[in-house]
């Protein structure tokens, strides 16, 4: 497929003095991804240096471990090597940001948090485009699809014409599915880490199994065995331009709450991993009533990790899902699906002794129809 015809991606700046403010931000996040090399090696010359102050015999013990220490450094190379490939010429990916000055002499030294992100990112590209995350992405992003073409069967409506948004689209893959069904799906991502990674599969990925990432390089420990911590993993599976003719998918950059305003324009929004993103879930909720048309759906799968609970210059609620069904309730959903223990994980290393796993919550909301709406009006008024 012609990148002319696929999707574009965009970055909303509400108003003129925020354009420093994104540059700069743009800046560190590119900083982040360059730095990474430096970063990475630093922790393994740490272990290298320590190993060498150990008793002789020791050492000696040690070997397939120093050998294994090598490998790692290949590793970091590597995954290295593909950064520089994702964030090749990545101004190109926004419709409304100009080229930055060279990066090298003006970005600054990257925060920690930062440079964890990256890590996290190359993760993502194993839970969304390859086949050793089929299984995370049967389990979290399944569910949700099969309910649209349930609620939105293509035997019976234009399936073109259902428009549905993906917020926290992360990599992409949950919209690419539902757009790949033949409905006009738009992602919606704030992390630029994301964004950059994800423009990289959706926009330049032409083939399948092109490139190899070490998502566990950086995992020192719950190794059971070393070729574990260096093993690579390729992507994408499947090759990201076959999206069927006059296919309407699109990315938006962007926090949620200030991209989309406009009242009654989806017909369906689903979620997975995204509610707890908010400071305020209550207002992630009240957005998503609002932009979804009358007798619009919501589709939701997840947990409540709430990802702003424990930074300390962040303000932050965080109710139980028994407060949160509360709220979704009272702005005016009706609950027409509701299932708890849904056993699901997040960009799981498959091998490690040490697994984490979520009980999440899967349901689905429905904003009333408008006869309902003035049926419910009738009966306050008399």
């Given at each position: 497929m012609d990148d002319s015809k696929y999707t574009k991606y965009k970055t909303v700046i509400k108003q003129e003095e925020d354009e420093e403010e994104e540059r700069q931000h743009f800046l560190r996040?590119?900083?982040?991804?360059?730095?990474?090399?430096?970063?990475?090696?630093?922790?393994?010359?740490k272990t290298e240096s320590y190993l060498l102050s150990l008793p002789e015999h020791h050492q000696k013990l040690l070997k397939n471990y120093r050998r294994h220490l090598r490998e790692i450094r290949l590793c970091i190379e590597k995954n290295d090597y593909l950064i520089k490939q994702i964030t090749r010429n990545v101004t190109n990916m926004f419709e409304n940001v100009e080229s930055p000055e060279p990066m090298k002499s003006m970005s600054p030294l990257p925060a920690v948090?930062?440079?964890?992100?990256?890590?996290?990112?190359?993760?993502?590209?194993?839970?969304?485009?390859?086949?050793?995350?089929?299984?995370?992405?049967?389990?979290?992003?399944?569910?949700?699809?099969?309910?649209?073409?349930?609620?939105?069967?293509?035997?019976?409506?234009?399936?073109?014409?259902?428009r549905v948004l993906v917020p926290g689209a992360g990599l992409g893959r949950l919209a690419y599915e539902i757009a790949r069904r033949g409905y006009s799906c738009q992602g919606n991502e704030f992390s630029l880490f994301m964004l950059i990674a994800s423009n990289f599969v959706l926009n330049r990925c032409r083939g399948t199994h092109l490139h190899t990432v070490f998502p566990w390089v950086h995992q020192y420990v719950n190794n059971l065995e070393a070729a574990h911590q260096t093993e690579g993993i390729s992507f994408p599976d499947i090759n990201p331009a076959d999206l069927p003719p006059n296919t309407h998918f699109s990315m938006a950059a962007g926090d949620f709450l200030e991209v989309y305003t406009?009242?009654?324009?989806?017909?369906?929004?689903?979620?997975?991993?995204f509610i707890d993103c908010a400071n305020n879930v209550v207002a992630f909720i009240e957005t998503i009533y609002n932009i979804l048309k009358p007798g619009g759906l919501w589709i939701?799968?997840?947990?409540?990790l709430y990802h702003f609970s424990d930074i300390l210059d962040e303000n932050s609620i965080e109710p139980s899902y028994e407060v949160v069904r509360e709220v979704i309730l009272g702005v005016g959903f009706k609950m027409e699906k509701e299932e708890?223990?849904?056993?699901?994980?997040?960009?799981?290393?498959?091998?490690?002794?040490?697994?984490?796993e979520y009980k999440s919550v899967f349901f689905v909301c429905r904003k009333p129809?408008?006869?309902?709406?003035?049926?419910l009006a009738g009966m306050i008024m008399s």
């Open positions: 996040i590119i900083s982040a991804f360059n730095f990474y090399r430096t970063h990475s090696l630093q922790r393994v010359a948090s930062d440079l964890e992100k990256v890590q996290a990112t190359l993760k993502q590209f194993v839970r969304d485009w390859s086949e050793e995350g089929a299984h995370e992405r049967n389990s979290c992003y399944q569910p949700i699809i099969e309910e649209i073409i349930t609620n939105f069967p293509p035997d019976m409506c234009l399936s073109q014409d259902v406009e009242k009654e324009e989806w017909d369906c929004v689903a979620t997975c991993f939701n799968l997840g947990p409540l708890t223990n849904v056993r699901t994980t997040y960009a799981q290393n498959p091998v490690s002794m040490l697994h984490y129809a408008l006869e309902e709406d003035n049926h």
